[in-house]
């Protein structure tokens, strides 16, 4: 820390008052977020915090002029946040910095038009972010982390400033997006489900009245949660949408978006080209697209094994291990089309023992039960069409359009 004198102190500190009035009397929403942009850690606010652990008497300064005592319930706990993030105390920060949002939420409501969002915008990311910090600070000494949660509950009342009528409403998007990521964080993604709702059904928003970084966001998270569910056409839906809306020059965010695009494309039938995952960095991808192409079970399994930690943690793992069955598919039209140019009048018939050797030959150890389920089980989810002929332990296929398309897409081969 250099040194600072108390004159030094005193100026530092009433520049910032009157930044923070100037910037409210002039309705300059720029200017008002760098004073609450705590974790950009500039050297106007680090000044500012030596400033304060110098100058003992911050507060009698605000409460005494007329310009700034309107504001005490706002300046008065972002100041204390200020120091205690200086000193690295990150819990009394998360605290102070939270007294000090509600504070500005009561002023915010009052406001007539929106033009303090950009300051709104930068408590509610600040608020997330240092509710992480404190938690971390909270884990490592043994206590309870409940930050983030607590986080998620003043976001949650902000929704409710911004979700009425009037210009404020555009807002709400990207609340919402920060709430998606405290509750994906907190493993509570249940909870995006009643903002999902506000959002979608509620006739005051146009979606495409939102700016475009919250909406494809917003359709990047709401993407995650239809992999989860397995609604893989909406999923495609949603995040196709964040990519083709996305930055081009973003590559991390690209890179996000096509963790899951992939496996949700795979699991409709369409498989990416190897020059995709090249450019993107995804080849942990690369071998599943092969099995895939080739009906190659093991190659599947020793796909899935390598990467099944990253596979796991992005929660794509059980997506990516149900492909298993196209592959069976794969391998019974791999079949198909052998014996078609052998025998075109018995190709649809496909005895059992001819897969049982195919899958020998891939060192897939099973039996003839297990086969057999196998082939019910894809003939029951119509990835092929036909029917078992139990006694001779013949598959018989449908001359017409054996291999159906996956949800209307067909399978590349």
Known sequence: MAYMSMGEAHRRITEYLNNFSNAVSSQDGSSLKLLFSLSYNSSFLLSLSD???????????????????????????????????????????????????????????????????????????EIRVLAERADRELASSGKAPEKLKAA?????????????????RVGALYVTCQLFKIYFKLGTVHLCRSVIRSI??????????????????????????????????????????????????????????????????????????????ERHNLTEYSGIVEALKRGDLRLLRNALQEHEHGFLRSGVYLVLEKLELQVYQRLVKKIYIIQKQKDPNKAHQIKLEVILKALKWLDVDMDVDEVECIMAILIYRNLMKGYFAHKSKVVVLSKQDPFPKLNGKPVNS
Not at 152 to 168: E, Q, T
């Open 51 to 125: 400033a304060l652990n110098l100058f003992q008497d911050s507060n009698r300064l605000i409460k005494q002029s007329d310009h700034y005592s309107q504001f005490s319930e706002i300046i008065v706990p972002l100041f204390r946040a200020l120091q205690s993030y200086r000193l690295n105390n990150l819990v009394d920060t998360y605290l102070a910095f939270e007294k000090s949002a509600n504070a500005f939420i009561q002023e915010f409501r009052n406001w007539e038009s929106a033009w303090a969002l950009e300051a709104l915008y930068v408590i509610a990311y």
């Open 200 to 277: 979608e059904t509620a006739r005051i928003f146009d979606f495409e009245e939102f700016p475009a970084r919250d909406k494809v966001t917003y359709m990047y998270y709401t993407g995650r949660l239809e992999v989860y569910n397995e609604n893989f056409p909406a999923a495609d839906h949603k995040l196709s949408y964040a990519l083709i809306h996305c930055n081009p020059q973003n590559e991390a965010n690209i890179r996000m978006i096509l963790k899951y695009l992939i496996p949700v494309k795979l699991s409709i039938g369409i498989l990416p080209r190897s020059w995709l995952l």
């Open 152 to 168: 998620g509950s003043f976001l949650m009342k902000v929704f409710g400033v911004l979700a009425g009528k009037g210009p404020k």
